[in-house]
T-cell receptor
Framework: NAGVTQTPKFQVLKTGQSMTLQCAQDMNHNSMYWYRQDPGMGLRLIYYSASEGTTDKGEVPNGYNVSRLNKREFSLRLESAAPSQTSVYFC?????????????FGPGTRLTVL | AQRVTQPEKLLSVFKGAPVELKCNYSYSGSPELFWYVQYSRQRLQLLLRHISRESIKGFTADLNKGETSFHLKKPFAQEEDSAMYYCALSGGTASKLTFGTGTRLQVTL
């Protein structure tokens, strides 16, 4: 099992460009999440999907949109990239439901916006 | 609002010395607390969760509701413990996590 996979691994964008970060999991998990990791700020939740067909905002949703394409896939879209969105993006998944369930993380996408 | 505080950005200890990574939280309900670890060039992964009351790789953490703390401890640090450690809290639905800012543990000879 690959677990949680993310594409691309690296991306450089110019201000104003758009792109979609892809995430897929093969663990049949109900819940999926997108985080951004910035130095000195830890990981912050952008959006999450508690179950297929639902999405909700996290702590820092501005400038992002998400799509839960099916149970396996959860994509993150930047419509008009800004330098403040330079970050490492992590996708994660879990069984959801109970709050003690472990989250499994992908390898991350390092995004630079010039 | 829920909040997790890790006061130390960097903790440097000698091999064999005790380790304590501090974590304090703020949450009005009954939280679930976790420690996640990120080794160099590896994915973020769960180290331990308070509900399991287990010791993983020699690390333990006890939830102290009175002091709202969940400090991570290990009696004797090893070189392979060098990593970034994140304390996290889950207090709502869908297992959403609130992370602290992380502490980098550096174990030197």
């Amino acid at each position: 099992n690959a677990g949680v996979t993310q594409t691309p691994k690296f991306q450089v964008l110019k201000t104003g460009q758009s792109m979609t970060l892809q995430c897929a999991q093969d663990m049949n998990h109900n819940s999926m999440y997108w985080y951004r990791q910035d130095p000195g700020m830890g990981l912050r939740l952008i959006y999450y999907s508690a179950s297929e067909g639902t999405t909700d905002k996290g702590e820092v949703p501005n400038g992002y949109n998400v799509s839960r394409l099916n149970k396996r896939e959860f994509s993150l879209r930047l419509e008009s990239a800004a330098p403040s969105q330079t970050s490492v993006y992590f996708c994660a998944s879990s069984d959801g439901g109970a709050s003690y369930n472990e989250q499994f993380f992908g390898p991350g996408t390092r995004l630079t916006v010039l | 609002a829920q909040r997790v505080t890790q006061p130390e950005k960097l903790l440097s200890v000698f091999k064999g010395a005790p380790v304590e990574l501090k974590c304090n939280y703020s949450y009005s309900g009954s939280p679930e607390l976790f420690w996640y670890v990120q080794y160099s060039r590896q994915r973020l992964q769960l180290l331990l969760r308070h509900i399991s009351r287990e010791s993983i790789k020699g690390f333990t953490a006890d939830l102290n509701k009175g002091e709202t703390s969940f400090h991570l401890k290990k009696p004797f640090a090893q070189e392979e413990d060098s990593a970034m450690y994140y304390c996290a809290l889950s207090g709502g639905t869908a297992s959403k996590l609130t992370f602290g800012t992380g502490t980098r543990l550096q174990v030197t000879l």
